[in-house]
């Protein structure tokens, strides 16, 4: 085993026991001690990084590994340092233990994403104790806040400190780069290279406020709900954006099914559990999450507010919108609470080739698909802006029957402590070739 693989396990055990929940609202302990931890582990082999606290707590670490060809643009490497709470009461195990038991490490972050900032770190070290150069500039960054938007993370290091990316122009980092095991000659690697947009809106509808006792035709609770209800119930279309449909027909190929893109409900359903990722990528989405309305039983209130979380596909922004307005009508407004871009890039060009070309070297099996997510990370919100180009790829070789996507922010999530050798292995061989 190379000393990546050996340690990897443990230093992603260390940082689970560090527990940084991000509850959203400023209360958990901060990034601070893990971001410590990453920096003691670089400091062993005598990397320089730099330390950079948003607020209180609130801790990055970033370090530049030189490339033995400068020339080229650098590329990044970045994994998020807090995770979502976890309910201890509901978990088999103390999910701040970081225990490793029958082959996998237990806890909140093992995949989200903890496994990566180990891996990471596992490499870095690995390169730096042996004297090997990624063959063009890395940036690494550990950063904050991802859970809770990144205002303390990658926001605050792109706009305050943006020279630490110089000549950054590609990206890696969570969700993708996971194994969905077809039959045992041939593994698909999921590659994320497209992210919905997101739009949280409030719909506020005003009315005559009265007497819950009297005649009232203009009632801001009714009208609100009318709209919620025709939001909610709308049937989004199909509408299958490039990396959908490559990646449903590159599915339907491995499992030997038919391409239909009227139809792909089959293609879907033979991804199993994964379906979680994508299965809400094949349309725009509008779910109704809040409702706020009056304060007493025989008063009609002035004004009435519902909250939708609104999702659309890269490129279709305008028309995801123009639809919403014609389902509110002119009697309810809508206002953004959050506005985020949707983003999608081509699978293609020289960091693809190489991903590719270290999965297979590892696992002669692989077949590597892009895919869309629902939902977003770092790299759409934060590092797009400084004209990143940014790809999910956390490579892991899962055991089939293994649920993956329950472990992001679920209970008992673990990794297998065989899936972040495999991990080092092919991060190393990518740092090194590409
Ligand atoms: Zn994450």
Not at 47 to 72: C, F, H, K, M, Q
Not at 213 to 223: G, K, R
Not at 319 to 325: G, I, P, Q, Y
Not at 336 to 363: P, R
Request: net charge negative; charged share 25%.
């Amino acid at each position: 085993m190379t000393p990546a693989e050996t340690e990897v396990a443990e230093l992603c055990s260390e940082l689970i026991r560090v527990d940084t929940s991000n509850y959203g609202d400023g209360s958990g302990p901060g990034e601070r001690a893990a971001a410590e931890i990453v920096m003691a582990r670089l400091a062993e082999v005598g990397a320089e990084a730099t330390y950079v606290e948003s607020a209180p707590g609130r801790g990055n670490v970033v370090t530049r590994i030189e490339g033995s060809d400068p020339g080229l643009p650098a590329l990044l490497v970045h994994g998020h340092l807090d995770v979502v709470p976890a309910n201890a009461a509901d978990w088999t195990v103390d999910p701040f233990a970081g225990e490793i038991r029958d082959g996998y490490i237990w806890g909140r972050g093992a995949v989200d994403m903890k496994d990566m900032d180990a891996m990471m770190l596992a490499v870095l070290r690995q390169m730096a104790t042996e004297g090997r150069k990624p063959r063009r500039d890395v940036v690494f960054a550990w950063v904050a806040d991802e859970e809770a938007g990144g205002e303390y993370g990658a926001k605050y290091l792109t706009a305050k400190h943006p020279e630490l990316f110089d000549g950054v122009d590609h990206a890696i980092s969570e969700v993708g780069g996971y194994s969905l095991e077809v039959d045992p000659s041939l593994r698909l690697y999921l590659i994320e290279t497209a992210q919905k947009g997101l739009s949280w809106m409030r719909l506020v509808a005003g009315g005559t406020a009265g007497h819950g006792s009297m005649l009232n035709s203009d009632n801001a609770v009714t009208e609100v709900a009318k709209a919620v209800a025709r939001l909610g119930s709308h049937e989004w279309p199909l509408n299958l954006t490039p990396t959908v449909r490559r990646f449903l027909s590159e599915v339907a190929d491995a499992f030997g099914l038919p391409f239909d893109p009227e139809d792909p409900a089959p293609i879907i359903e033979a991804i199993g559990p994964l379906a979680r990722f994508v299965g809400a990528t094949l349309r725009h989405t509008t779910n109704p999450t809040m409702l706020a309305a009056g304060y007493k039983a025989n008063v009609i209130p002035g004004q009435a507010s519902a909250v939708v979380d609104g999702r659309f596909l890269p490129g279709l922004e305008e028309e995801f919108l123009s639809t919403v307005d014609e389902l509110l009508g002119p009697d309810v407004r809508r206002e953004y609470i959050t506005h985020d871009i949707a983003l999608e890039t081509t699978f293609d060009g020289e960091l693809v080739e190489s991903m590719i070309a270290a999965l297979k070297a590892e696992d002669p099996t692989a077949r590597a698909v892009p895919y869309c997510m629902s939902g977003g990370t770092d790299n759409k919100t934060f590092f797009a802006d400084l004209n990143i180009r940014g790809f999910g790829f956390v490579p892991l070789r899962l055991p089939a029957e293994m649920d993956f996507a329950a472990m992001f922010h679920g209970v008992d999530e673990r990794v297998p402590v065989d899936a972040l050798r495999f991990g080092t292995r092919v991060l190393d061989r990518l740092l090194t070739n590409y």
